[in-house]
């Protein structure tokens, strides 16, 4: 499995990354973040060559759009400029599903979407709050439990059980759960 990687400069060494990267099953082909530091506008103007180098192959593609996380802590995630970030960020999944459909590959590509927390104002690390392990998961091969009740913990060993791997075999355990149907 090739792996794409287009993210913060930390989002290197955690979750399916790390891991798969031990385990010798993905290949790193590109990994790059962007001249600020993180991903920002952009983003898609390296996912979608990326996609390209990626298409004749099984790959996994994590990318990371910073923008809706940052305004949601800059304004609130009831602001204004939260709403126009996602926006923002739902043009750029068309962009990408738009790719997809060029290279031929849109039929064969499945695309998770997530959040890596919840919020609560402008704060998630509290720790009385649960929305610091609250997610958000959507797929578009429908292969999601509905009735979940997702959390970050449940991101990795969801990614690692689509591509075939086994989470209760990750040493240390992992503490989630896949939410695969």
């Known amino acids: 499995i090739a792996l794409g990687h287009i993210a913060m400069p930390k989002y290197v060494s955690r979750g399916v990354v790390r891991w798969a990267r031990r385990e010798r099953l993905l290949e790193v082909?590109?990994?790059?973040?962007?001249?600020?530091?993180?991903?920002?506008?952009?983003?898609?103007?390296?996912?979608?060559?990326?996609?390209?180098?990626?298409?004749g192959?099984?790959?996994?593609?994590?990318?990371?759009?910073?923008?809706?996380?940052?305004?949601?802590?800059?304004?609130?995630?009831e602001?204004?400029?939260?709403?126009?970030?996602?926006?923002?960020?739902d043009k750029r999944l068309g962009e990408l599903l738009v790719k997809l459909?060029?290279?031929?590959i849109a039929r064969t590509t499945d695309i998770y979407v997530t959040t890596d927390h919840g919020f609560h104002g402008r704060r998630h690390v509290v720790d009385d709050?649960?929305?610091?392990?609250?997610?958000?998961?959507?797929?578009?091969?429908?292969?999601?439990r509905g009735d979940a009740g997702a959390t970050v913990l449940d991101?990795?060993?969801?990614?690692?059980?689509?591509?075939?791997?086994?989470?209760?075999?990750v040493d240390p355990?992992?503490?989630?759960?896949?939410?695969?149907?």
Not at 132 to 141: D, G, L, M, Q, Y
Not at 173 to 181: D, E, Q
Request: charged content about 25%; overall charge positive.
């Open 29 to 55: 082909l590109d990994r790059p973040a962007g001249p600020d530091g993180f991903t920002g506008r952009n983003t898609i103007k390296r996912v979608l060559p990326a996609l390209e180098k990626l298409a």
């Open 57 to 77: 192959r099984r790959f996994f593609l994590f990318v990371h759009f910073k923008t809706a996380d940052k305004m949601a802590h800059v304004a609130g995630d």
């Open 79 to 89: 602001s204004e400029r939260y709403l126009e970030a996602i926006m923002n960020v």
């Open 101 to 104: 459909g060029e290279l031929g």
């Open 129 to 144: 709050f649960p929305t610091n392990v609250a997610t958000w998961i959507a797929s578009s091969a429908h292969d999601l």
């Open 155 to 169: 991101i990795v060993p969801t990614v690692l059980a689509k591509l075939g791997a086994d989470p209760r075999s």
């Open 173 to 181: 355990p992992l503490p989630g759960r896949s939410l695969l149907k």
